[in-house]
């Protein structure tokens, strides 16, 4: 795969973890690198010549959307809500077709019951309340640091799980704005040693479960893909719905531009993700 088009992938990968109620699992679906990804993370030394080139530069594409997005996310959730989650939307329905081939002439009793309740799980998510304490992580001792990195295991899990934002998770731990603020303080070289050594311990446990989960959904997909992707599916499905709903309790404007915007931005992130998941 083109290392260019790989780093963009990531780019978009790494803005659907930004945004709360977006996850970035399922932008790997639908843009067509999730079990590749999978494989890479969980295979590593395997292949490391190739999965370090496929890895490097989705987290390339990723790391420059984090660093550079942050800032025009937040602008654009505060003035253009309604634009920028259909945008989403657009780019997680864009790999619906790609997703619905997977068990295309399987269904059954069984995987109808599995859909069901991922969908189901992902909505009741939308129910639960965002910690309104938020963690300092000005001052940590070390069971802060401790606690800080299981978080970033968690996160790291929701991240790879299709469907569960986890932006939204880190929100509802209070980590969402204090990790934000750390990544935007460190892009203007503030505080540098306490802002590496903050990240680099969240970073750290982001890792580790990143290759846990990888290894448990790949053992799901080797013993039990189409009952996996019916799962994955009813995640997806599940998301959209819930990134909606999300963007209204929120607060969201609803004009004539408003409306035009996102109905454009929705065709292109649509068009965007069939283009990119070939």
């Known amino acids: 795969m083109n290392n260019i088009k790989l780093m963009i992938k990531g780019f978009f990968i790494g803005i659907a973890n930004i945004i709360p109620g977006v996850s970035g699992g399922t932008l790997m679906i639908t843009l067509g690198v999730y ?15 190739e999965h370090l080139r496929f890895i490097f530069w989705i987290g390339i594409g ?5 660093v550079s997005m942050s800032k025009l996310i937040v602008f654009s959730l505060d003035n253009y809500r309604l634009p920028t989650v259909l945008f989403f939307i657009g780019l997680i329905l864009g790999g619906i077709p790609m997703l619905y081939g997977k068990v295309k002439g399987k269904i059954n009793i069984s995987n109808i019951i599995i859909f069901l309740i991922t969908f189901l799980f992902v909505i009741s998510m939308m129910f639960l309340n965002s910690n309104s304490n938020e963690v300092d992580l000005g001052n940590l001792n070390v069971v802060g640091y401790i606690l800080l990195f299981f978080v970033g295991v968690v ?13 939204f998770v880190l929100m509802f731990l209070g980590y969402y704005e204090p990790i934000l603020n750390r990544v935007n303080s460190l892009v203007k070289f503030n505080d540098i040693f306490t802002n590496v ?21 790949e053992f799901l997909l080797n013993k039990y893909e189409v009952k996996t992707f ?38 292109i992130g649509y068009v965007v993700a069939r283009k990119l998941g070939d």
């Open 35 to 49: 079990e590749k990804v999978i494989e890479a993370i969980s295979h590593f030394t395997k292949d490391i010549k």
């Open 62 to 66: 990723a790391i420059i959307s984090i």
């Open 155 to 167: 996160a790291s899990a929701t991240m790879v799980i299709p469907g569960i934002s986890g932006s």
């Open 197 to 217: 050594l903050v990240l680099g311990v969240f970073g750290i446990g982001v890792l580790i479960g990143i290759v846990g989960v990888s290894k448990l959904i």
């Open 230 to 267: 019916s799962g994955i599916l009813g995640f997806v499905i599940a998301s959209c719905i819930s990134i909606v709903i999300n963007a209204f309790n929120e607060g969201i404007t609803v004009n004539f531009i408003q409306v035009l915007l996102g109905i454009v931005l929705f065709i």
